[in-house]
C-alpha cells in the first residue's frame, strides 16, 4: 500500500513533542513523497525508533529526513545524543539485547523494540540498520526499494 511520508512522519514526532516538550522534533520531508509500507507498521517502526531516541539518546535535537534515490527510498531517524558503542551495535537488533549502562536499566524496557522494528521493515522488502558515534548521535535508516519488477524492464 503506498502512503504518504510526511503526513505520517509528523503525526509520529507530534505525538512526543508533548511527551518531551525540552526536547526539538524537526523532518525534512519531501512533500508528495509516497512509500510503499503498511500506514499502521510503518507508524509503529518510527514510534519504536522515536521511542528509543527519546529515552535512550539524552539528545536536544531529534529528526525525521528522508529522501529518494534512484532505485530506493531512505528515511532516517537522527538524533543527536549519546550514540551507541561500537561494541553493542551488532547486538542491539537482536531480542532482549540492551545497552548494559545504568540509564537504560532505570529504564525498564525488554529489548524487543528495535527487534520488531527490523523485522516489520524487512516484511516490507526493506531493511533497517544504523549508523551511531558515540558521543555524537546515532541515525537509524529505514531502506525500502522503490520498485519490484521481476527481472527488470525488458528491453530496458
Ligand atoms: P523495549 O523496546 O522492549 O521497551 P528497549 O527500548 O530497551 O526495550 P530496543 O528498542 O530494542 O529495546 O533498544 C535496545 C537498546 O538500544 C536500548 O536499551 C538502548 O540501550 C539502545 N538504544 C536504542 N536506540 C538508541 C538511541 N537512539 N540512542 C542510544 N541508545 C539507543
Known sequence: QWVQLKPVAEESLQAFTTLAPEM?????????????????RLKQ?????????????????????????????????????VGIPLEDQPQLFDRFYRVDKSRSRELGGAGLGLSIARTLV????????????????????????????PGGIKGA
Open 122 to 149: 524487512e516484511r516490507q522488502g526493506g531493511v533497517l540498520w544504523l549508523a551511531s558515534t558515540p558521543g555524537s548521535g546515532t541515525v537509524f535508516t529505514i531502506e525500502l526499494p522503490n520498485t519490484k519488477v
Open 45 to 81: 517502526v518510527l514510534k519504536i525508533l522515536l521511542d528509543n531516541a527519546v529515552k535512550y539518546a539524552n539528545a536536544s535535537l531529534v529528526e525525521i529526513v528522508a529522501r529518494q534515490e534512484l532505485a530506493k527510498t531512505l528515511i532516517e531517524v537522527r538524533d543527536n545524543g
Open 24 to 40: 526539538q522534533f524537526q523532518s525534512q520531508i519531501p512533500e508528495e513523497m509516497q512509500v510503499l509500507f503498511d500506514p499502521y
